[in-house]
Each structure stands twice: as C-alpha cells, then as structure tokens.
T-cell receptor, first 113, second 111 residues
Framework: EPEVTQTPSHQVTQMGQEVILRCVPISNHLYFYWYRQILGQKVEFLVSFYNNEISEKSEIFDDQFSVERPDGSNFTLKIRSTKLEDSAMYFC???????????FGQGTRLTVV | DQQVKQNSPSLSVQEGRISILNCDYTNSMFDYFLWYKKYPAEGPTFLISISSIKDKNEDGRFTVFLNKSAKHLSLHIVPSQPGDSAVYFCAASAGAQKLVFGQGTRLTINP
C-alpha cells in the first residue's frame, strides 16, 4: 500500500538553528500539506502546496517557514531559526484530488532546546 | 476560531458495545468530512469519510452519519474492540483545501 514517508522521525535542535523536515508524498498525489501537533493539542494546518506553489498558509506559517518541492518526489519544510515553541510533531500529508482522503506520514518529532 | 468541535475529550465503552463519537462544525462551506484515528507519536490514520451530498457512509464496523441541517456528524463503531482504543479526530474540508481538525476524543474500550 502506498504511504507517505517522513524523515527524520525525531530531530533535536538548538534554538536559532535551521531545520529541514523531509517528506515523500504518495507518487500520484497532487496536493501536499504540512500540519503540526503540539503535545496534547489538536492537529493544526500549516501550509498547502499545489502545482509547485503555496496555495494556502496559516498564520503560524510566518517568514521563518518555507516549503519546497525540489524534485518530483520530495516535499520539504524548512524552519530558518527555530524557537522553543516550534517543538511539536510535524506531519506531512498528500491527497490525490479534491474531496479525497488525506494520507499522513508518521511524523517528525521536533524538539527545540 | 473553532470551526470543528469535538465536545467530548474522552469516551469509555465496553468491548462489544457501540461507540458513538460526535463532531460539530460551523462552516457551511465544508463539503467533505473525515474521521481519523491516531496513536501517540504516529500520524493520523484515515478511517472513513463522507461527502456533503450523502447522509451516511458505512465501511465494515464503522459508519459515519452526517446531519447537514444540524452541522453535526457522528462516527459509530460497532462492535467496539480493544484495538479501537485511540484518539479519534473529526476533520472537514472544502474542496482540496486544508483539513480543519477537531480537538479529538480519546476512546477507551474496556474488556
């Protein structure tokens, strides 16, 4: 069964450092997303990406965040200068088309110290 | 801005009985609704979905009901099994836009 894969599974970084979270969406999917979940809270939308550009972003997704699809398979989330409050589980998701289920990766646990 | 709400943070059900998880939404633009199951430190796993043109969708032990006039949906699991113990998230979207999640309901199935 096709799946979304994320690496690394866990990343510890010092405050102010840059991190790149990587995702390989399902190959024939067209829409890509990043979500995050702070411990004990709900899953929150960060950004959506379609046709090689951002289609929507939340207020969380400020200038410190960026996304890229550098080739036909990878989808990355970069945080330029991490803050303590960026500590969370980050989930990548993809969908094949409108009104279809989103498939999520296993997540990257980001810990900023 | 809680467009999707799950008012019950937890639910405990005996094995073999029916589990009913509820979800309310406020945005009438939502046209697609989903339920996800989530274990700690794992990504959400898709369970079942329903389009706004339907009022019921069934898949094995899982049935989702949608009441558009009340802006309410529910997930029925019958019979409940110990492996169903997890956090369940309701989510909604409009077209291919982002999923908006509820806060989750922790379901515990007691033997």
């Amino acid at each position: 069964e096709p799946e979304v894969t994320q690496t690394p599974s866990h990343q510890v970084t010092q405050m102010g450092q840059e991190v790149i979270l990587r995702c390989v969406p399902i190959s024939n999917h067209l829409y890509f997303y990043w979500y995050r979940q702070i411990l004990g809270q709900k899953v929150e939308f960060l950004v959506s990406f379609y046709n090689n550009e951002i289609s929507e972003k939340s207020e969380i997704f400020d200038d410190q965040f960026s996304v890229e699809r550098p080739d036909g398979s990878n989808f990355t989330l970069k945080i330029r200068s991490t803050k303590l409050e960026d500590s969370a589980m980050y989930f990548c998701a993809s969908i094949a088309g409108k009104n279809t289920e989103a498939f999520f990766g296993q997540g990257t646990r980001l810990t900023v110290v | 801005d809680q467009q999707v709400k799950q008012n019950s943070p937890s639910l405990s059900v005996q094995e073999g009985r029916i589990s009913i998880l509820n979800c309310d939404y406020t945005n009438s633009m939502f046209d697609y609704f989903l339920w996800y199951k989530k274990y700690p430190a794992e990504g959400p796993t898709f369970l079942i979905s329903i389009s706004s043109i339907k009022d019921k969708n069934e898949d094995g032990r899982f049935t989702v009901f949608l009441n558009k006039s009340a802006k309410h949906l529910s997930l029925h699991i019958v019979p409940s099994q110990p492996g169903d113990s997890a956090v369940y998230f309701c989510a909604a979207s409009a077209g291919a836009q982002k999923l908006v999640f509820g806060q989750g309901t922790r379901l515990t199935i007691n033997p």
